[in-house]
């Protein structure tokens, strides 16, 4: 059974940080690209940043230089370092990995950066 579990949301104020994790079971991890994507209120589901199983890094342009998204295959684990948080950071943080048309979704946590 393929499990996706994210960690790490909580309350920030602007200009904090956060850092959220996805730990991955019942995968071969390290063969999967990993993303962090978002969800806002009454907008729709978009990439936030994501990975290549070989390490290469992307982002969407809103948060380039902000964000920092890095995987350890030993832990199974997909990080995402968020500083520099703004208002429209606000939304539920999904996990994803994909492989050869495979995607799993986690559950979510819910980032709010208000003041």
């Known amino acids: 059974q393929v499990q996706l579990g994210e960690s790490g949301g909580g309350l920030v104020q602007p200009g904090g940080s956060l850092r959220l994790s996805c730990a991955a079971s019942?995968?071969?991890?390290?063969?999967?690209?990993m993303g962090w994507y978002r969800q806002a209120p009454g907008k729709q589901r978009e990439l936030v940043a994501g990975?290549?199983?070989?390490?290469?890094?992307n982002y969407t342009y809103s948060v380039k230089g902000r964000f920092t998204i890095t995987r350890d295959n030993a832990k199974n684990t997909v990080y995402l370092q968020m500083n520099s948080l703004k208002l429209e950071d606000t939304a539920v943080y999904y996990c994803?990995?994909?492989?050869?048309?495979?995607?799993?979704w986690g559950q979510g946590t819910q980032v709010n950066v208000s003041s």
């Open positions: 990975i290549t199983s070989s390490g290469s890094p």
């Open positions: 994803n990995a994909a492989y050869n048309a495979r995607y799993y």
């Open positions: 019942g995968i071969n991890f390290s063969v999967y690209a």
